[in-house]
């Protein structure tokens, strides 16, 4: 492959990856710079956010609640969403001139692994805009890749998980805390159990669509509101009898399932409590499905590492510390990688796989029959 189609690519060279990451909160792109060595982890060299304008990201949510249909307003935000991202990657390119190649994730506007028989997902952020306006090529559609393999396109993180955390002497999970949650268990290397990984439930959706409804503002900041408020346990047990959390390994979900009307529903069910007991409420919906997750499908962890925006929820944290009384339970930096650019650089670990031919192995995460080189090309 490198030989063919990117020749200027050598093995014997470190490669340098750009990978893309636009979340389920859509607050803002992701952009993380990668070096790639043989025989040695790989190492983010720079990393950084850049906030969507609040109209775009308003329209991001919109156009990917369960409601919307309209493929003309989607296939318009695809390529606003592609000269986006292209023209942040043309402005991050200017102070780094090394760099190889670019893995975009995109933005997912619809993720259906069970609605229509078969599993759909579509990511937007169209990659020929990038390529074009970065002058990188650019590997992209990951989860399609993943679906074309037999599995549901989700959740992918913990393929990158597997490859950086798993040791031969502790049981770990990995909380990856997004718009989802998803969650990875690592048994120790040579241990019977077989790693296993899903989305658990809600992530940050809920709470800051619900900050958003109830107080005006993005998201609970350290999850301050969340911690004045007053759980109704009723509502959160009620809600973890739904069939979703009760579902066998693999699974995956999104917005679809958990977006304004999970919300409107909640609002209605809490009604005459006080706000802050509502953001309570929902923040404890995502302790509880995540600690359940790990309870029923990962009983001998050992350590618990959070990533992700809902790494820096302090109410998510204090939480699972009081659950999981005796276990570490810390932030991906005791591991040496930043929380908020670990999924940034799952997209340019997949694009160095793909690159370097070489299959990755999703059969526990996703439920893909077979390994599979992951991505497509998108030349400049």
């Given at each position: ?72 307003a989607w296939l318009a935000l695809d390529r606003e969403l592609g000269v986006t ?154 809600t973890l009898a739904t069939p979703y959390f009760n579902l066998r390994l693999p ?130």
């Amino acid at each position: 492959m490198q030989a063919k189609i990117l020749p200027h690519l050598s093995r014997h060279r470190p490669i340098y990856i750009i990978g893309l990451n636009s979340g389920t909160s859509a607050d803002g792109l992701d952009v993380a710079l990668v070096r790639f060595s043989s025989h040695k982890m790989p190492e983010i060299l720079e990393c950084r956010t850049y906030g969507y304008p609040d109209s775009l990201r308003e329209r991001i949510i919109a156009l990917g609640e369960a409601e919307f249909r309209d493929g003309i307003a989607w296939l318009a935000l695809d390529r606003e969403l592609g000269v986006t991202m292209g023209r942040i990657v043309k402005r991050f390119i200017k102070k780094n001139k090394l760099i190889d190649l670019i893995g975009s994730h995109g933005q997912t506007i619809r993720h259906l692994p069970r609605g229509y028989g078969k599993p759909l997902t579509l990511q937007i952020g169209d990659a020929a805009q990038i390529a074009r306006l970065s002058g990188l090529t650019v590997v992209s559609d990951f989860r399609r890749t993943d679906i074309a393999s037999g599995g549901e396109g989700a959740p992918m993180s913990p393929i990158l998980h597997e490859a950086l955390f798993r040791t031969e002497v502790k049981g770990r999970a990995i909380v990856n805390i997004g718009g989802i949650a998803n969650v990875t268990l690592l048994p120790p290397i040579g241990s019977s159990r077989e790693p296993q990984a899903g989305d658990s439930g809600p992530g940050n959706m809920t709470v800051d669509l619900a900050m958003k409804k109830l107080f005006g503002i993005k998201y609970d900041a350290s999850g301050r509101t969340a911690r004045k408020g007053n759980v109704d346990t009723a509502f959160v047990s009620k809600t973890l009898a739904t069939p979703y959390f009760n579902l066998r390994l693999p699974k995956s979900t999104g917005r679809e399932l958990f977006g304004q009307s999970f919300l409107a529903n909640a609002i209605s069910e809490l009604r005459g409590r006080p706000p802050e007991d509502i953001i309570a409420t929902l923040s404890e919906i995502t302790v509880a499905s995540i600690a359940y997750f790990i309870l029923r499908f990962g009983p001998k962890i050992n350590e618990i590492y959070l990533c992700g925006g809902g790494a820096k929820n302090r109410y998510f944290a204090s939480r699972l510390k009081e659950i999981f009384k005796g276990n570490i339970v810390a932030t991906t930096d005791a591991l040496g990688y930043d929380p908020d650019y670990l999924e940034a650089l799952l997209w340019a670990y997949l694009a160095y796989c793909f690159v370097s031919e070489s299959s990755v192995n999703a059969r526990y995460f996703t439920g893909a029959v077979k390994p599979y080189i992951p991505g497509k090309l998108c030349l400049p």
